[in-house]
């Protein structure tokens, strides 16, 4: 938390800064330190003002806006899904998002949450794992090479130890770039031609692939027994990643109901299908992995209590640290009543000092 300042003031946190903070910080530590905030605050989540996100769905893509509040901080993210993006030099996710104090309503922190996205979606894709995979998973396929994959992997590898990475993507150059990137960082990784050679002998899966229709990265075939899918890509209707029979012998594992009904894998099954909800399983009120030979699947589709997490984690980090700028956000007056006198004393002001 920065020091006292002017009430006009809110800290920013630039991308440059966030990649600042996560640098120094090292990214897997980094990880480990947002996983226990992004824990923590599924432990409290009984006391939390949830919603599922609004969303603005268009041609291409969605627009959301994710809030969530624990009472005394209050937080949303604005943030975009657009699969076709990097066609044009984009990125298919982008994010920024706000803390705020629920007493006075103002605004203590704007920051950058394209970077801070990727990470607290691979801290906790990495604590439901902790949950729910097999006991010793060390292999790991990852299929879908795109912008999440390296926090991905460095998420698995913190938390769980996952040594043995198995990368496989339509595009064998995002493939390449993932398997460059993650060099030197102590995991064994094999380039895999088809996602059905990337499972293989793998104990974890994770599918972060971006496509807007209803995709099937994984059929029923690939899938044996024990193993862990942690499905991150499919988070919109209409837009999935596994095909329906997997689910069927899945025990599955979800976020906020509301919200992964209509935008999960489980949309794809009746709405009263039985699930369980993953705070549960952190708080010790529902078991998580019971056998060895059960399918476990964490359907990811990122809630707002995460990155409300992440923002509270950040605010955190920025005491004592000067990786933040400061933004003249929000007017104050010097009579709080007299928003338009202030106006009227800048009109005042003379031309050199504005
Ligand atoms: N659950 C969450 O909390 C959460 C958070 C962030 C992003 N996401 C989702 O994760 C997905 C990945 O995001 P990103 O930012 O890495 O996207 P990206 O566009 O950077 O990467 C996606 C990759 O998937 C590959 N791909 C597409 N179809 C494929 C297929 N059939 N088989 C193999 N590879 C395929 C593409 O070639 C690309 O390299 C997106 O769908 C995004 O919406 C979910």
Redesign the pocket.
């Known amino acids: 938390m920065p020091a006292e300042q002017n009430l006009n003031i809110v800290p920013f946190v630039s991308v440059e800064n966030m990649m600042d903070l996560v640098l120094a910080t090292g990214a897997e530590t980094f990880l480990r330190e947002l996983a226990t905030y992004v824990e923590e605050d599924f432990r409290r989540w009984e006391l939390f003002d949830k919603v599922a996100r609004i969303a603005s769905h268009s041609r291409d893509g969605v627009i959301e806006l994710m809030p969530a509040s624990d009472g005394q901080l209050y937080a949303f993210k604005y ?1 975009n ?1 657009h ?1 076709k ?2 066609r044009s030099g984009r ?3 982008t994010a920024f998002g706000v803390l705020s104090d629920v007493d006075s309503g103002y605004p203590l922190l704007l920051s950058e949450m394209t970077i801070l ?2 990470l ?2 691979a801290a ?2 990495a604590i439901a794992a902790k949950y729910l995979a097999p006991k010793g998973a060390k292999t790991m396929a990852l ?7 390296e926090f991905q992997a460095l998420a698995f590898k913190a938390l769980l130890g996952i040594d043995n990475l198995r990368l ?4 064998p150059s ?2 390449e770039r993932c398997r460059n990137n993650l060099a030197g960082l102590g995991l064994t990784i094999t380039a895999c031609r088809s ?1 059905e050679e990337a499972v293989e002998g793998a104990h974890i899966i994770t ?5 807007k229709r209803n ?3 994984l059929t029923d075939n690939m899938i044996g027994p024990g193993v862990h899918i942690n ?6 209707p209409g ?1 999935t ?1 596994l095909h329906r029979d997997i689910l069927l012998r899945s025990s599955i594992f979800v976020e906020y109901p509301p919200q992964t009904r209509v935008e999960g894998e489980i949309q794809q099954l009746p709405a009263d299908y039985p699930v369980t909800e993953f705070w549960q399983v952190v708080t010790g009120q529902k078991t998580g992995r019971d056998s060895d030979g059960q399918i476990t699947l964490f359907d ?4 707002a209590t ?1 990155d409300f997490s992440a923002l509270r984690y950040i605010y955190d980090r920025l005491r004592g640290s000067n990786r933040f700028e400061n933004l003249d956000l929000v007017a104050d007056p010097d009579e709080p009543r007299d928003l338009f006198g202030m106006l009227l004393r800048r009109a005042a002001q003379p031309a050199t000092s504005k």
């Open positions: 943030v899904g699969p993006n990097t990125q298919t996710v996205t990727a607290r979606t906790t894709s299929i879908g090479n795109g912008a999440q994959s496989y993507d339509l595009d995002a493939t996602a599918t972060a692939t971006a496509d995709a099937t990265i499905a991150v890509g499919g988070d919109s837009k990643e990811s589709v990122g809630f995460e």
